[in-house]
């Protein structure tokens, strides 16, 4: 019996890894389809278009505003972020599940206009890690630097959003904790599947 795929959407702090552990748990389960982000934020040298985000102007971004293109998006730290719709929705339908990694403010207005996702909080093992962390990446001027730090506090504080808190302390079990969190997801019962089970079993 075919579902539709899971909404998995992962948060956290600047500087809590969730890019490296997104990447860590797209090795270990290919199964999963991450979503490209739409993002006016200038590309860092080491960033591939298309790959890590389709980078646009703000006029460009407006329009894919305008045209309901975003499932969601938000400023996050000066710049605008936002998930392309199409391809999310489209994978759903397939049965594929779907990782966003996004920030609180666009996990919750997924929140509020769907009664799907699970959704996963990502921490660090102490909250001066994420200043060590952010500064020794060395991809972010100081000006960028202050606007996360400042920003850290306020996105722990919607930790109670979440359906689940996962530590990052190492990259690999961190993301083999998600795996597990989407494996049981995936075993929940599900009402209207149950009852079509019932009915072909009955027939
Ligand atoms: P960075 O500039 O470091 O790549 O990302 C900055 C923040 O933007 C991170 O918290 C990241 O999760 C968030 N972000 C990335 N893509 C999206 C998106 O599509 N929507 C929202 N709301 N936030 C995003």
Redesign the pocket.
Known sequence: MRRKGHLIII?GP?GVG?GTVCEALMKMRPDLTLSI?A?T?KKRETEVNGENYYFYSMDEFNDLIDNEELL???Q??GNY???PKKFVMENLERGNDVIL???V??AMQVKQNSDEGVFIFLLPPHVEDLEYRIRHRGQDAEEDICIRLGNAEKEISTLNDYDYAVINDKVDECASTISKIIDAENQRIDMKLMNKYWREFND
């Open positions: 948060s600047s969730k982000s993002t934020r969601e998006f938000a996050v730290h972020y936002g998930t990694e996004i920030d403010q666009g």
